[in-house]
């Protein structure tokens, strides 16, 4: 039976270099390259703030969770990553973004393994998939690292990915 957050307590996901942790309003000045919500970046500290209530939101309905990536060693937030939009039918979109700098070091690798291990083993989900743009070249090379494997196309020309367990 697959469970859905809320959880308990927030899960903090954690490998030898980085944490998967929650995002509060004091994360802001990190993370304001990162906030997103349907696809809107955030212009102002204002509105990171008001996507992080929004994100907390769907987290505390069951609709999602949505981790920041700390660098251990550096304590700063490289980039996001979490399910969204829901949990239909036992599966979870997984999506992900990294900040320029830190990209092409495995950070985003190392992140999707967690967040999809804790899929698998924590949420029971039976499928996890990720949609990404045909250009994406390095979020396709992270999903398949991660064992991803093509499952077609969508509508808008995106690619469709999935890892079934």
Same mark, same amino acid.
């Given at each position: 039976?697959?469970?859905?957050?809320?959880f308990?307590?927030?899960?903090?996901?954690k490998s030898?270099?980085?944490?998967?942790?929650?995002?509060?309003?004091?994360?802001v000045?990190?993370i304001m390259?990162?906030?997103?919500?349907?696809r809107i970046?955030?212009?102002?500290?204002?509105?990171?703030? +008001?996507?992080?209530?929004?994100?907390d939101?769907?987290?505390?309905?069951?609709?999602g969770?949505?981790w920041?990536? +700390?660098?251990?060693?550096?304590q700063?937030?490289v980039?996001?990553?979490?399910?969204?939009?829901?949990?239909?039918?036992?599966?979870?979109?997984?999506?992900?973004?990294?900040?320029?700098?830190?990209?092409r070091?495995?950070?985003?690798? +190392?992140? &999707?393994?967690?967040?999809?291990?804790?899929?698998?083993?924590e949420?029971?989900?039976?499928? &996890?998939?990720?949609?990404?743009?045909?250009?994406?070249?390095?979020?396709?090379? &992270?999903?398949?690292k991660n064992?991803?494997?093509?499952a077609?196309? +969508?509508?808008?020309?995106d690619?469709?990915?999935?890892?079934?367990?």
């Amino acid at each position: 039976m697959m469970i859905t957050p809320p959880f308990p307590l927030f899960p903090e996901l954690k490998s030898n270099r980085i944490r998967l942790r929650r995002l509060v309003a004091a994360d802001v000045p990190q993370i304001m390259e990162l906030s997103f919500f349907n696809r809107i970046q955030a212009k102002t500290a204002e509105e990171a703030v +008001e996507m992080l209530g929004k994100i907390d939101d769907r987290y505390n309905e069951g609709s999602g969770i949505h981790w920041g990536i +700390e660098d251990i060693a550096l304590q700063q937030i490289v980039g996001t990553c979490g399910y969204y939009r829901g949990f239909a039918n036992d599966s979870g979109e997984i999506g992900y973004i990294v900040k320029e700098q830190y990209r092409r070091n495995g950070y985003m690798a +190392e992140a &999707v393994k967690l967040a999809v291990d804790f899929g698998f083993s924590e949420m029971k989900l039976k499928k &996890v998939f990720a949609i990404t743009a045909q250009k994406n070249l390095g979020s396709q090379g &992270v999903l398949r690292k991660n064992g991803f494997i093509a499952a077609g196309i +969508e509508e808008n020309g995106d690619l469709r990915f999935h890892i079934i367990r």
